[in-house]
C-alpha cells in the first residue's frame, strides 16, 4: 500500500463517503445520488463498466472502498456528459467518476495496466512539456506503451492513418524533433507545479 | 455589418500539421466573409481537454485554462474569449464557472497564477465560434452572404456531445440539438434526419479502448448512410478526426464499406460564401469531398 493510501486508510476507517466528499472532486454531491440509473443507461459505454456510475454511488454508501477505487469503471468515462445532463438530481457524475479516477490514480489502487489510465498520463505528460499538445509524439507514446515489439506492430496497422494524415497536411513529421510549444514555458511549469502543492496541501494528499 | 473583435483560443489541434488545421483554414475564410476579427491569445497553452483529469487533477487543470483568460484579460482587454474546439471551449467555460462560484478554487488558481506573472479576474466571457454565429449574427445574417448555396447536398448533421453538453447552445435541447441542421440549411443544404447527431464517438478513448470507440463510430457513420446523407458535418475536431480517421479500422471490424467525408460547418459555409476548395480547407480532408471540391471549382 502506498503511503497516501495507508494514510488516508487511518483518517477515515470504514467512512469511505467521508472520504470521497473531502478527497474528490465534488464529491460531495455523492450523497445526493437516488438510485434512479438513469446516468448507467445514458452511458455510452455503459455496457462496460464492471459498476456503473449509480451502483458506484451505493458501494461509496455502503463503503466498500476497495471494489470501488480498484475498479476500472471511472476509467470508462468518454467525458460525453449524457449522465450530467440527464440525472434529475443534477449530479455532476461526470466530474465525479473523473475526481474518484484520479483519487485512485494518485493512491496507487487504480489498475496498473489499464489503457485510459495510461494515456490519461500520457496526455498530461506531454502538454506539461511544452504547454501544448504534440500529437505525434502522444500518438508514438502510446503505441511503444507496452515495448518495442507491440509498438512496431500498432505503428504498422496505424501506418495508413498515419500517412493519410501526413498527406493531408495534419501530421507532421518534424514534431518528432521540434514541435509547437509555449513561449513561457517556464512559467507554465512553475504555475503546474504550484496547483499540484496547493491540491495537495487542500486534499490532504502529502504523504505523512 | 460593423466589425465584430474577439480573443481567440485556437487550441493546439488548430495548429499547423496538426489533426484539425484545415477546420482554422475554413474558419478564417469564414470570418473574412463575416468580417470578423479573430485576435490570437499570446503565448495560449493546452487546455487540458477531457483526458487531462486523471494526471492533472483539478487545480492543475484549472490553472491552465485561467493562465489563457487572464492572458486574454490583459492582452485583448474587453473581448470575449472565442474557442473553435469543443473541448477547449467546454474546459474554458469550466474553469471560469468554478472559479467565478468558488473564492477559495479562484484564491488558489491566482496563487498558482503569480508563478507565470498573471491575474484571473473573470472578466472574459467564454463562448464557442457556433455561439458567435448563431447569437451574435443569427441564421438571417449567415444566409445574407451566401452566393452559391449547397443545393441539394445532403449532410449529417453530427453535433457530438462538447458543444452540446453539459453547457450546450443557449435555447437547444440536449437531445435533439438544431443548430448544425439550421447552419446547414441557412447555407442552402439539405439536413437530413439522423438519430444519431448527439451519439459520443469515444473521444480521448478513441485512443486507449479503440474497439470501445469504434462501434460508436460505426453507428455514427452507419446512421448518416442509413438516411441518405452524403456527408456528415460536425462542429468538433475530435468527433471529425474520429469519424474520420476511424472509418477503414471500422470497416476492416464490422465489414463494412465506410467511405463518407467528414466536415466542419465551416467549411460548408467558406464554399457557400464562394470561396475555393484551398479556403475551405478541403485538401485536409482523408476521405475526400469529392462534390464539394467539384462544387468549389464550379463558378
Redesign the interface.
Known sequence: MSDLNTQAVSKYGNNFLKEVEACV?EGDMVKMCMQCGVCSGSC??GP?WAHPPQEIFMMIRAGKREEVLTSDSMW?C?????C???CPRQLPI?HIM??L??YA??LGLAPKNQ???????L???N?VQT???N?LKL?LG?YFKDGLASGIKTGLAMK??GL??MK?????P??IIKG?G???IK??Q???????E??AS?KGYKAA | MAKKEYAFYPG??S????????YLTSVESMCKTLDIKLNEIP????C?????????????R???NA?NLAMAEKELAGQQVVATCAACWLSARETKERLDHNSTLRN??N???????LQYQGKAEVRHMVEVLVEDFGYDELKKPVVKPLNGIKFAGYVG??TN??F?IQGES?ENPVYLDKLVEAMGGEAVAYDQKV??C????A???PE??QK?IKDIVESAYDHGAEMIVTPCPLCQANVE??Q??VNKRYGTKFNIPVLYYSQLMTLAYGGSAKDAGL????IRAQKLEEFASKK
Open positions: 472532486e455510452p459505454f462496460h470508462m468518454t467525458s460525453c456528459y449524457n450530467i445532463v440527464r461526470t473523473h475526481g479516477a484520479n490514480h494518485r489503457p485510459t489510465r495510461q494515456f490519461a498520463k496526455f498530461w505528460n502538454i504547454g501544448r499538445v500529437e500518438s502510446l495508413n492513418v493519410g494524415l493531408a497536411k495534419r501530421l507532421n518534424m514534431e509547437h509555449c513561449k513561457d512559467g507554465i512553475a504555475m503546474v507545479k504550484k496547483a499540484q496547493i491540491e487542500r | 493546439c489541434s495548429q499547423k500539421g496538426a489533426s484539425a488545421s484545415n503565448d495560449w497553452n493546452c487540458g481537454a477531457s483526458i487531462g483529469y486523471a494526471e492533472g487533477g483539478e487545480l492543475p484549472h490553472v491552465m493562465r488558489d488558481a496563487e498558482a497564477l503569480k508563478e507565470a506573472g456531445c462538447q453538453r453539459p450546450g440536449f451519439t459520443c469515444g473521444g480521448a478513448l485512443f486507449s479502448e470501445k470507440a460508436q480517421i476511424y477503414g479500422d485538401d485536409g480532408q482523408l
